[in-house]
């Protein structure tokens, strides 16, 4: 099985995000970059379905400069066997979903994987985008995945619940928790990944129908109202009189 | 010019959150001088909320294909309305669903898509919306340039406003390629009759603090007595305490309700994220120092299994 895992670089999760130039640049200062966590499931979950056939080839692309190869060669040391870096900043998930098909149209990639969103801008558009550009069934945000020859059974999750569905490869999927657990990579995958392909290309030529104005900070919040746990009934008049919300 | 808005509904009603993005596509119809459209799917759903709201025409589709919830035979029949009636705008109220159908549908138009909206379109600047980034920890504004664009807009980013037109409604069959309902629906699990998280106006959550999934029946009773849905923290869907889909924070589900309890929730910066955009965020926790604090509207420091069973009698007393 031929898979394609798509994988952002975003700040960790715990990070405090702050910005200068008058809200249009993003702080990167001290920020520690990670392999996008919904993506990290679908690169574990791409890793696992190779192991278990015991053939497949995972390319893992990235659409990132030259300070994003770290989270890519950790990709690698977690299983990929081949990654793909597009040489330009990843300027919205139209430009993203651009590149990806440019790179897969002609690969004919069993699955294409990756995370339901990026956690960084979350437009959550790149996989359905993917499947359009390429013709190929996209499906989203799917939590279990086996494969039995060219066909596919997967969860999915529906508001309030989940389906489970079957479908036909090749497909196009948003990955999250549970389809797998996040993998750790070993020191054997560490050192094997220092010396896998990493392939540089140039982004094709595409112009976005959006640009960015600005950034911009939540209204913080203001002090913690905090009431005594003997006097349950002040926070239920609070909320009734004070707030309005029940 | 006109716009086309997608009524989502739940048991046979359409969402609130459908009716909120149906007044935002109100407001864009408005500015640029379109007629209000929408367009619904499946047989007896209540439609007449549509027109209080502002919907001149409704597109209604009762195959009951549409049951399936393919975002390929929606993402169609949606573009079919929308190049059949010269649709320009296309609103969703942001869901599991629609979040799929978004891309597919942009596609389709040769539109460009924003999700995550939390204002309306400022056109003094062209066409300037802010959207929600970095799960809710920032914003940023962007402008959308292209003819045809496509909004997926986050819970309350309106205020609900009747504003009654014809809401005339319309059957539509819409024309359908063999890619639609190519996939197989083998099994559904679907909570019925409980109140869904992303949608709900309260939000009764809790974390590790309850200790195990065998304490979940005072969060259920105060849910109950609210008319609230049930949320958990990631440690608690990820000890299979609680089923993934209660799962609220930066890698779960994105919450905006009115009043948010957090109860036995440290407020580690991921849930937090998960939480920001809601109005009323109460906190009962029994360490004070918790971060939980520093953004609730309202804290508890004590014993969630003694607060609990009180706040839900004193809730009863004054309904």
């Known amino acids: 099985m031929n898979i394609l895992v798509c994988i952002s670089s975003v700040p960790d999760t715990t990070s405090k995000i702050s910005f200068s130039d008058s809200d249009t640049k993003f702080v990167s200062a001290g920020i520690t970059y990670i392999i996008g966590p919904y993506d990290d499931y679908a690169l574990a979950r791409a890793v696992e379905l190779k192991e278990s056939s015991g053939t497949g080839n995972i390319t893992v692309l990235h659409v990132g400069e030259i300070d994003s190869e770290p989270v890519i060669r950790k990709a690698l040391a977690i299983g990929a066997d081949v990654a793909v870096r597009v040489n330009s900043t990843a300027k919205d998930g139209f430009f993203v979903a651009a590149q990806i098909a440019a790179y897969a149209k002609d690969k004919k990639f069993d699955l294409i994987l990756m995370g339901r969103e990026s956690i960084d801008y979350n437009s959550g558009l790149v996989h359905g985008l993917v499947g359009e550009l390429l013709s190929i069934r996209s499906i989203s945000p799917v939590m279990k995945l086996t494969i039995d020859g060219n066909q596919a059974t997967l969860d999915r999750e529906i508001e309030g619940g989940k389906e489970t569905i079957q479908a036909d490869l090749p497909l196009v999927l948003g990955c999250q928790e549970p389809i797998s657990e996040w993998k750790i990579p070993s020191m054997r995958g560490i050192m094997s990944a220092r010396t896998k392909p990493l392939t540089v290309i140039e982004p094709v030529q595409y112009s976005s129908g959006l640009s960015f104005e600005k950034y911009e900070m939540p209204a913080a919040r203001t002090g913690c109202k905090m009431i005594s746990d003997s006097n349950v009934g002040e926070l239920v008049s609070l909320l009734k009189s004070e707030a309005k919300v029940i | ?319």
């Open chain 2, 1 to 319: 010019m006109s716009v086309l808005v997608f009524l989502e509904s739940v048991d046979s009603n359409i969402k609130k959150s459908a009716l909120e993005a149906l007044v935002y596509g109100r407001n864009i119809a408005g500015a640029t001088g379109g007629k209000l459209l929408a367009i619904a799917v499946g047989e007896g759903v209540d439609l007449s909320l549509a027109g209080v709201y502002g919907a001149e025409k409704i597109f209604h589709i009762t195959d009951s294909r549409f049951t399936q919830a393919d975002e390929q035979a929606f993402a169609e029949a949606i573009a079919d309305a929308a190049n059949s009636n010269g649709v320009k705008n296309v609103v969703f109220a942001k869901s599991s669903l629609t979040d799929s159908i978004t891309p597919k549908l942009a596609s389709m138009l040769q539109a460009t898509a924003a999700t995550n909206v939390v204002s309306l379109p400022d056109y003094s600047k062209g066409c300037e919306v802010k959207r929600s980034i970095f799960t809710g920890k920032a914003f940023e504004i962007v402008n959308i340039n292209s003819e045809k664009k496509v909004f997926s807009v986050k819970k309350n980013a309106v205020e609900l406003s009747e504003a009654p037109a014809a809401g005339v409604v319309e059957k539509f069959s819409p024309n359908l390629s063999n890619k639609a309902f190519s996939i197989k629906t083998i099994s559904t699990e679907k909570t019925t009759g409980e109140v869904l998280l992303s949608d709900a106006e309260i939000v009764v959550s809790a974390g590790r603090g309850l200790k195990g999934p065998e304490n979940w029946g005072m969060i259920i009773d105060l849910a109950k007595t609210l008319g609230a849905a049930t949320g958990c923290s990631k440690p608690v869907s990820d000890l299979n305490w609680r089923p993934h889909h209660e799962h609220v924070g930066q890698t779960g589900i994105k919450v905006s309700p009115n009043l948010y309890f957090a109860i036995g929730i440290s407020g580690a910066i991921q849930h937090v994220a998960g939480i920001s955009s809601s109005k009323v965020i109460v906190a009962i926790n029994k360490d004070a120092d918790a971060p939980i604090f520093k953004v609730a509207t309202y804290g508890i420091v004590g014993d969630a299994f003694d607060i609990v069973p009180k706040l839900t009698a004193a809730i009863k007393a004054i309904q």
